[in-house]
Every structure is written in structure tokens, then in C-alpha cells.
């Protein structure tokens, strides 16, 4: 596999221009090209540079394999990345803008057992530029421009674990946050992780004021290694340890994914033990239900239960909402395209 030339910050690929023997504009020109999401040979620069650019750079390290459209605008793609490893990635519409989820690793070994992203264990991670290249695909894919984006929020949230992958994810954030680039703000951004505790201290040491969102999902140590084998390593009040830290640092109040797991995390009694470790810190809570995998056997919550687990939460003082379920009819859940197309399903 060749370099990735979206790995390459602004100064970096101006050095690089420049030891090619090419003059300091055609650095402009080839960022520009690249923000809006063109493979190399497509941007505006002589031949010359093109080919030696070509023989070793990738043209296109990621590309739309495939578009669902779920009937409620949701869009889900599965990507092709030029080893031929695939990734997946979804684009939701709300009020405020366009969201779009990206992946950060090829699968991942974190072995939650609700999600399917885990199924095959971790490939490898993505390098900075592949992050970045689904970004700059979707935003090109709707028309948007550096003037204009089409994309405006990002949540890292879909395949692999993202602090799994530290050193290509903070590289990645500096780089969609550049100016200059596609320039998506850090407040526009959330970093969802399953409790990497040591990790999460460095990120919030980074200057970079992204959304920290913990995944959650159980309100006991015993009861969270169940479904997460993380919890054998970090426990939950470590975990809240490191949140304080994080918004001591950044100023930023922290999200808790909580999935809804029927017969698992979701009476009375779990309410209550949440109530008691979250009340009065700087968070909130964010209610989801279950998207089911057909490998797993954990069952979601019917609506009648989720909203009464929310009332709950929202009577003992604790800042909480319910997700919006979407694209439940494209593979809602995290892995499950990549999962089917690796079964040669027909999608």
C-alpha cells in the first residue's frame, strides 16, 4: 500500500511540494484539491506533478463502495480503502446540520458484545488521512465546498475504538479543525470512547475541546464487565476520575452513551445507582435503544420502558434525552454493513 497524501498537514505538503522542485502555490492547489475530496488525479496541477505524486501516493485511499438511504434520510455507506479492507460510516440530518459518524480503526478488539464493529476482532487502525478521506468524500458527495460544508458535526463513533488508535486521532483532529481545510470546529465534535481511562488524561491535555462521550451502558463494575470487557481493566470511578479532569481542562461537560438492554441495565434499581454517581456532575445522559445484532443476543427495550428509565433519570435531577432511533433499516449499529459484506450478503 502507498502513502496517503491526506495524511500531510498544509506545511507538510508545502515541504513536500517544495522538494519536488515545484513552486510554493501548487501546495495551495493541491490542499485545496484534496479538501474537497478529489483523488490526485483529479486536482488542477501540471502532469508532471501528478504522476510523481502517483507513484507514491494513493489516488483515492478511500472511496464509497456502496449508499443506503434509510426511509428517514439517515445515509450509510460502506467505504473501500485501498488495501481493500472496508469500513462503514453514516451520515444523520438534524435541525442544527449534518452529522456525520466515522470510523477510526478496520474493526476493533474492544469485544463489547453489543456491537458488531467487534465481531472480527481489529484488522489495523486507520491512519489520520483515511479518517480524514470520509470526511471530504461525504462532504464532496453533498455538494458542500471549504466555503460551504455539507458535513458540519462529527461524532467519532463508528467502527474501532478511537483512543485505541491515539496518535492517528488527535492528528486527525488537528487536521479537520485546520484552517484553511475543511475546518469543522472541535466544539462540533465528539470523541466516543468505551472508558480508556490512562487515554483520556492525554486527550484532555491536547487543547483540543471535542465532546468527550463515554460509553457507559451499566451502573455497577460487575454488572458493566458483562458487556464490556474494558470494565475488567478500568472501573467506573476511575472513570469518572478522568471525566473531572477532562472538564477541568477543557471547560467541556461530558456525554454518557447509555444503550438499554432488556433485563439487563434498565429497572428501577439501575436508575437509581445512576442517579447517585452522575447527580451534580457536568454531564448528560444519553438514552439509547439497543440496536440489535443478529450475532449477539442481547434484546432491546420496548418504548414504553425507555421512556419510563428517562423519567426516571430526569425526576432524580439528572440531565438526560432519548436518542432518535435511525437507519434501523440500514443496519442501524456500528459493524453491521461491514459484517454483512464480509459474509458476502447481498446488500
Same mark, same amino acid.
Not at 207 to 228: C, F, K, Y
Not at 266 to 292: F, Q, W
Given at each position: ?96 446540520? /449534518? ?35 470520509? $470526511?471530504?468524500?461525504? /462532504? ?18 463508528? &467502527? ?29 465534535? &465528539? ?18 475541546? $471535542? ?81 440489535? $445484532? ?54
Amino acid at each position: 500500500m502507498k502513502k496517503i497524501l491526506q495524511d500531510l498537514n498544509y506545511n507538510a505538503l508545502e515541504e513536500l511540494t517544495l522538494s519536488l522542485g515545484e513552486k510554493k502555490f501548487r501546495a495551495k492547489q493541491l490542499y485545496d484539491g484534496l479538501m474537497l475530496g478529489k483523488k490526485i488525479s483529479e486536482i488542477n496541477v501540471p502532469s508532471q506533478l501528478r504522476e510523481r505524486l502517483l507513484e507514491e501516493y494513493e489516488d483515492e485511499p478511500v472511496a464509497i463502495l456502496k449508499t443506503f438511504r434509510s426511509s428517514d434520510g439517515t445515509e450509510k455507506y460502506l467505504f473501500s480503502l485501498a488495501d481493500g479492507n472496508v469500513i462503514e460510516g453514516v451520515l444523520m440530518s438534524y435541525k442544527y446540520g /449534518n452529522t456525520q459518524c466515522v470510523s477510526t480503526q478496520v474493526g476493533c478488539r474492544m469485544g463489547c458484545k453489543f456491537c458488531a464493529s467487534t465481531l472480527g476482532g481489529l484488522v489495523r487502525n486507520l491512519t489520520s488521512g483515511e479518517i480524514l478521506s470520509q $470526511v471530504l468524500k461525504v /462532504n464532496a458527495l453533498h455538494g458542500g465546498s471549504l466555503n460551504k460544508r455539507a458535513v458540519t458535526n462529527l461524532v467519532l463513533m463508528g &467502527s474501532g475504538e478511537p483512543l485505541d488508535n491515539y496518535t492517528e486521532v488527535i492528528i486527525f483532529l488537528k487536521n479537520v479543525t485546520a484552517e484553511g481545510g475543511i475546518n469543522i470546529s472541535a466544539r462540533n465534535i &465528539s470523541l466516543s470512547t468505551c472508558g480508556l481511562v490512562d487515554k483520556i488524561y492525554e486527550l484532555a491535555d491536547e487543547n483540543l475541546p $471535542v465532546n468527550l462521550t463515554i460509553s457507559l451502558h451499566q451502573t455497577t463494575d460487575e454488572g458493566r464487565a458483562r458487556t464490556m470487557p474494558i470494565a475488567k481493566k478500568y472501573s467506573i470511578s476511575e472513570i469518572l476520575k478522568a471525566c473531572s479532569y477532562y472538564f477541568e481542562k477543557t471547560g467541556r461537560r461530558y456525554i454518557f452513551e447509555y444503550s438499554l438492554i432488556a433485563g439487563e441495565n434498565c429497572d428501577k434499581t439501575h436508575a437509581d445507582e445512576l442517579i447517585r454517581l452522575l447527580k451534580g456532575r457536568p454531564c448528560h445522559v444519553n438514552l439509547i435503544r439497543l440496536n440489535e $445484532v443478529e450475532e449477539r443476543t442481547l434484546k432491546t427495550v420496548t418504548e414504553k420502558q425507555a421512556y419510563c428509565f428517562l423519567g426516571l433519570l430526569e425526576k432524580g435531577g439528572l440531565s438526560a434525552t432519548l436518542r432518535r432511533q435511525i437507519g434501523a433499516d440500514i443496519g442501524g449499529a456500528c459493524g453491521q454493513l461491514r459484517a454483512g459484506y464480509l459474509k458476502g450478503e447481498n446488500l
